[in-house]
């Protein structure tokens, strides 16, 4: 498994997240304008607010995104650690894990990948361990074989 790759390709995968949502950011701030240039009274005005509730929620989406990108920024594709952590690219026997961001499962190089953050379940239980080391996932006992 190529680090580097699987890194560009995460990266990729949420630079197209933080478009679509700063796209939507602007339309729905678009749209909320539009509603406000009505005199019509306070059913526009709850358009507005509306239009500009949804903005936020698109605005809040866009920095979630832009702060996980961070993280995938921070990481040194070359770098191997003895002990998992944030960054760490581990082959199991319940197959390979990114500790990173959380992006589920990710297809690349014929492989499949899952990319967990350090605070989620898994993710927690993977941090500090080697190869030869347990943890538990979906209810289950796996082995860490190597960290790359």
Same mark, same amino acid.
């Given at each position: 498994?190529?680090?580097?790759?699987?890194?560009?390709?995460?990266?990729?995968?949420?630079?197209?997240?933080?478009?679509?949502?700063?796209?939507?950011?602007?339309?729905?701030?678009?749209?909320?304008?539009?509603?406000?240039?009505? =005199?019509?009274?306070?059913?526009?005005?709850? =358009?507005? =607010?509306?239009?500009?509730?949804?903005?936020?929620?698109?605005?809040?989406?866009?920095?979630?995104?832009?702060?996980?990108?961070?993280?995938?920024?921070?990481?040194?594709?070359?770098?191997?650690?003895?002990?998992?952590?944030?960054?760490?690219?581990?082959?199991?026997?319940?197959?390979?894990?990114?500790?990173?961001?959380?992006?589920?499962?990710?297809?690349?190089?014929?492989?499949?990948?899952?990319?967990?953050? =350090?605070?989620?379940?898994?993710?927690?239980?993977?941090?500090?361990?080697?190869?030869?080391?347990?943890?538990?996932?979906?209810?289950?006992?796996?082995?860490?074989?190597?960290?790359?």
């Amino acid at each position: 498994m190529n680090k580097a790759a699987l890194i560009n390709y995460l990266k990729s995968l949420l630079e197209e997240r933080m478009m679509v949502a700063w796209n939507a950011m602007e339309a729905a701030q678009s749209s909320a304008n539009d509603q406000g240039k009505s =005199s019509m009274g306070d059913k526009y005005e709850t =358009s507005r =607010s509306m239009g500009q509730l949804d903005r936020n929620m698109h605005a809040r989406q866009y920095e979630q995104v832009r702060l996980e990108r961070l993280v995938l920024e921070k990481i040194h594709d070359n770098e191997v650690a003895v002990r998992a952590a944030v960054g760490s690219l581990l082959e199991t026997s319940a197959g390979w894990f990114l500790i990173a961001v959380s992006l589920g499962a990710v297809k690349i190089e014929e492989e499949t990948v899952i990319a967990v953050s =350090s605070s989620s379940p898994v993710g927690a239980s993977l941090l500090g361990k080697g190869p030869g080391d347990q943890f538990e996932f979906m209810k289950r006992q796996h082995k860490i074989i190597a960290l790359h």
